[in-house]
């Protein structure tokens, strides 16, 4: 069974997740090893972020699907999951690339010590890993354009054993609608839980954290269930198209912003980043720029289409 020869390669992408997941918390959480981490802050923080949260979120929804792999449909699913697999890995990989680079310009050395080698050697055996699981999702690949003829999700699989037809429908019909629901309770989430743990208390930089959470997970939904086909969207017109990819595009032009936005700043006026203000009108205007730019050619061209289940 085709399907079958991809679990191996899925199988350790969980594991490569398991342990970045791990040594991930360490690096981040822990604030005497946070200290003395090499990509404690931005540009680097940003990417490893992203990973901290997204990288548990893939690796669940994986899970969840293993119980059902000998269910028919099994050829749309070995695909489909090998490609959520292969989403989880390239997380890691950016959020890898991301601590390498803090690595190579010797970010904060002043505060390295024995637990600074440490997190070098960890992120050392991550690195093997996550080329070890790429190596073997490669092989395991399959071929280009098999996803349009996917007639199976993963919301059939998982939430078709509790929930109704009709519900699993609605779902369907209304998938940007739960993508939006779904990130604006992660944002609240992780918003309230920064600002309880940072002690932050202005409105306006607490207001655009929520905003930022909100955006990339509502990004990172659409792009993974594009890879991985978690949920069949049914046709959408070309306005609802424009507008999703105009929000992808404004939301990674945000994210860079605010990972470079010291740099980029200084290169313009000598100096860092000091204020809220400012930091909130640049990676917001970034964002605003790159989203009306992407529909002005989206509408101009063909949008690209998410993938979609029939």
């Known amino acids: 069974m085709r399907s079958m020869r991809k679990l191996p390669a899925i199988l350790a992408a969980l594991g490569s997740a398991a342990v970045f997941e791990a040594l991930t918390v360490l690096a981040t959480q822990d604030k005497p090893v946070r200290a003395v981490s090499p990509w404690q802050d931005d540009p680097y923080d940003v990417f490893v972020s992203q990973a901290l949260l997204g990288v548990p979120l893939l690796a669940a929804v994986i899970l969840a699907r293993l119980p059902a792999w000998r269910s028919p449909g099994g050829v749309d699913r070995g695909q489909q999951t090998a490609r959520a697999a292969g989403a989880l890995t390239l997380l890691i990989g950016l959020a890898l690339g991301a601590e390498w680079g803090a690595v190579a310009v010797r970010a904060h050395a002043p505060a390295w010590d024995g637990r600074t080698t440490a997190l070098i050697a960890g992120l050392a055996v991550e690195s093997v890993l996550a080329l070890t699981v ?86 990172f939904c659409v792009l993974t269930n594009a890879a991985a086909g978690f949920i069949a969207r049914p046709p959408r017109t070309r306005a609802q198209r424009v507008a999703e990819v105009s929000v992808v595009a404004g939301t990674v032009a945000l994210a860079l912003m605010t990972a470079f936005r010291d740099p980029l700043w200084d290169a313009v006026t000598g100096g860092p980043v000091t204020t809220v203000p400012l930091l909130v009108t640049l990676t917001t205007g970034a964002g605003a720029a790159a989203a009306a730019l992407t529909a002005v050619v989206a509408t101009v061209r063909q949008p690209p289409q998410w993938t979609t289940v029939s």
């Open 134 to 219: 790429a190596g073997l999702l490669w092989r395991s690949r399959s071929p280009r354009g098999t996803a349009r003829a996917w007639r199976h999700d993963w919301l059939g699989d998982v939430a078709g054993r509790w929930l109704s037809p009709a519900v699993v429908g609605w779902v369907r019909r209304r998938a940007t609608v739960v993508f939006a629901a779904a990130s604006v309770l992660a944002g609240a989430a992780v918003a309230g839980a920064q600002a309880i743990g940072e002690g932050l208390s202005d409105p306006l930089l607490i207001g655009w954290y929520f905003a930022v959470v909100v955006l990339s997970k509502y990004t």
